[in-house]
């Protein structure tokens, strides 16, 4: 599958450093050329010997490695992918701000590779300010997160920190490795997320989606050469690294940045989860308990529908998030709207995409083909519905 291309996999020490060798095993099993390096604290976790053996390549573990010909950290950074699985606190920080005392870091600064970062560590770690704010740093300037899962860690804790499944791994650096340039020249605007309905200063209306489904959309149109511009209610993802990114809050303001936007692209995939009301009067001062509370809703106004009118040649891809009736929902909407593609997604049950990182998504076609995909991450989802929008473009 990766004929022959080369991958620097960088291990570094935490207790996740073990999952790194099923990731080694099965890049050299499809024909990567892989060079594992490994840190002073990697080398504690699981050993080079390891490492040496599944990808038949000696391990560089020192920036002064004299087995290396050429000078190790610069041979290390000429790679077609750099990744670092698993990525501590330490390593991120080192890389965010530029340091480059050992090997590993000295390579991320010298590599004009794509950077990709598996963080695992502690909750309290992870959600550590200074984590946050480097993970932020490092992915507005373009490296690529594959983030942690939630649940059980080593230490005993419970919360985000967990490497992420071997599966979501392998999807990203085959999206990373593989990625074609087909969307170069294209610019693409991505709406994700939810939009929050003010009621009073304190409270909001809103809905359960995460942005993630959007996010993935925006960051492999990126990887695939588009111009990308993502609109997006509040989720928790970090900022990607898009050519413009429009943090909005409620549904008029996202149609305002969608019309502003419109113009200048030429594919618009509708990921929002866009309230369909919000309260008719916003109050001033924050509403006081009462027995009971009456909320009048007015509509909000159609984003899709709008911009669909006025489509011209843009291709337009809506979604459906449906919890009964999917078939006959998406095709209405798909009619009423004039688009060119919907991509209806479950969200209640046991495939409810809302906040997974996996979706099963059926794509519903304007010349009447309906194509249903397999439960999959939402990056592979990304991956699959851009080919699908290729084919109408
Ligand atoms: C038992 C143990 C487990 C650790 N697990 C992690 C971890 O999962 N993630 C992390 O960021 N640091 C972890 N650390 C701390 C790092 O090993 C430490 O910050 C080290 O300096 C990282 O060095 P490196 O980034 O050069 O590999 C752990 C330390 C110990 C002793």
């Excluded at 573990?61 to 087995?67: H, L, M």
């Excluded at 979501?168 to 693409?188: N, R, W, Y």
């Excluded at 489509?311 to 209405?332: P, Q, R, S, V, Y």
């Excluded at 209806?344 to 249903?372: I, M």
Aim: net charge positive; glycine share 6%; aromatic share 4%.
């Amino acid at each position: 599958m990766f004929n022959g291309k080369k991958v620097s996999l960088c291990i570094t020490g935490g207790i996740a450093a073990y999952k790194a060798a099923e990731i080694v095993s099965w890049l050299k099993q499809n024909n990567a050329l892989v060079q594992v390096a490994m840190t002073k604290s990697a080398c504690r976790f699981i050993t080079p010997l390891t490492m040496q053996t599944l990808s038949a390549n000696k391990v560089m573990t020192d920036i002064f490695c004299e087995e290396v010909e050429g000078v190790a950290h610069i041979e290390l950074a000429k790679t077609d992918l750099f990744a670092v699985i698993p990525a501590t606190a330490n390593i991120m920080a080192k890389a965010a701000h530029g340091l480059a005392d050992d090997l590993i870091s000295a390579a991320i600064l010298a590599t004009k590779a794509p950077l990709l970062f598996a963080p695992a560590m502690n909750v309290n770690m992870y959600e550590n300010v200074h984590t946050q704010s480097n993970i932020k740093h490092l992915t507005s300037v373009g490296a690529e997160l594959v983030e942690p899962a939630e649940g059980r860690l080593a230490c005993g804790d419970v919360g985000r920190g967990r490497l992420a499944s071997v599966q979501e791994l392998k999807d990203k650096i085959s999206s990373m490795l593989l990625a074609k340039q087909d969307f170069a020249g294209k610019t693409v605007l991505v709406t994700a997320g939810p939009t929050i309905e003010a009621i009073d200063p304190v409270r909001y209306l809103a809905n359960r989606s995460s942005g993630k489904m959007g996010y993935a959309i925006a960051k492999a149109a990126k990887m695939r050469g588009a111009k990308v511009i993502l609109i997006t209610g509040p989720t928790n993802i970090v900022q990607p690294a898009v050519d413009l990114f429009i943090p909005i809050q409620s549904a008029t303001e996202m149609r305002e940045a969608v019309l502003e936007n419109f113009s200048a692209c030429d594919i618009v995939i509708k990921a929002a989860a866009v309230a369909d009301y919000r309260p008719l009067k916003v109050s001033e001062q924050k509403i006081k308990k009462s027995e009971n509370l009456m909320l009048e809703l007015v509509k909000n106004p159609d984003i899709l529908q709008e911009i669909a009118a006025r489509k011209g040649d843009k291709i337009i891809c809506g979604f459906a998030a449906e919890t009964e009736n999917m078939h006959k929902n998406a095709l209405l909407k798909l009619k009423n709207k004039n688009l060119d593609l919907l991509a209806a997604n479950p969200v209640s049950g046991k495939d409810n995409a809302f906040g997974s990182d996996e979706n099963r998504l059926t794509l519903f076609f304007k010349d009447g083909q309906v194509r249903e995909l397999d439960k999959m991450t939402k990056d592979k989802a990304a991956n699959t519905l851009l080919d699908a929008i290729l084919e109408l473009v």
